[in-house]
């Protein structure tokens, strides 16, 4: 089943999140955000609220084929230290299913162990962080490591969705949502090609 679970933590970033979400749901990827809190609600870093779709006792693991870690530092550090996350993220890599995660979140998958021998980017802020990884690639927006992908940041979430998209649906499908992004600029300064 091609459903997608997305984590959040209070202190998540809402660029990151939403954007992902949105991207998904355009081409009808069905997708669960899934609070890591009591409640539903999450607190972003940038004091907006989001009701999630179901909270982490909730979910069985069987219904999905990825996940996805949206960053803002403190919310990846929720994630990091919730250790029914980090034993979520070790099935999904034993499994090879797709696992996601931008800005700050690759912390979470150091902490799970899953890219010891992946090429991983992240937001610069945690680089130093990043010590149990294959190769830290800095001059990159994403990067797909066999199932791990990876982000730089905000500013790179849409790209991300459309790896994603593309993985998940295929290429036709990511075709259809390129014509409003600027292409020429991203090929022409970063390596990231469509």
């Known amino acids: 089943m091609d459903r997608v679970l997305v984590f959040l933590a209070d202190g998540f970033e809402e660029i990151e999140a939403l954007t992902i ?3 998904l749901r355009r081409v009808n990827i069905s997708l669960d955000t899934v609070s890591v809190n009591k409640d539903y609600f999450v607190k972003g870093s940038h004091e907006i609220i989001v009701k999630a779709d179901k909270l982490i006792d909730e979910i069985n ?3 999905y084929s990825a996940l996805y870690i949206p960053g803002g530092s403190e919310g990846a550090k929720n994630l990091r230290d919730n250790q029914k996350v980090i034993d979520i993220v070790k099935k999904f890599d034993q499994d090879k299913k797709i696992i996601a995660a931008i800005c700050a979140g690759p912390i979470v998958l150091e902490r799970a162990g899953v890219v010891s021998k992946k090429s ?5 802020s945690v680089e130093s962080e990043l010590k149990d990884i294959g190769k830290y690639e800095k001059d990159e927006l994403v990067i797909v490591d066999d199932n791990i992908f990876t982000s730089r940041g905000a500013g ?5 969705a459309l790896k994603l ?7 036709e499908v ?5 014509p409003g992004i600027q292409q020429d ?9 469509f």
Not at 185 to 193: A, D, H, L, M
């Open 165 to 171: 998209i593309e993985k998940i649906c295929g290429k």
């Open 120 to 124: 991983v980017v992240s937001h610069p």
């Open 174 to 178: 990511k075709e259809k949502l390129k």
């Open 61 to 63: 693991l069987n219904e």
């Open 21 to 23: 979400v949105d991207y």
């Open 185 to 193: 600029f991203v090929e022409k300064y970063f390596s990231f090609k």
């Open 156 to 160: 790179a979430s849409i790209y991300l």
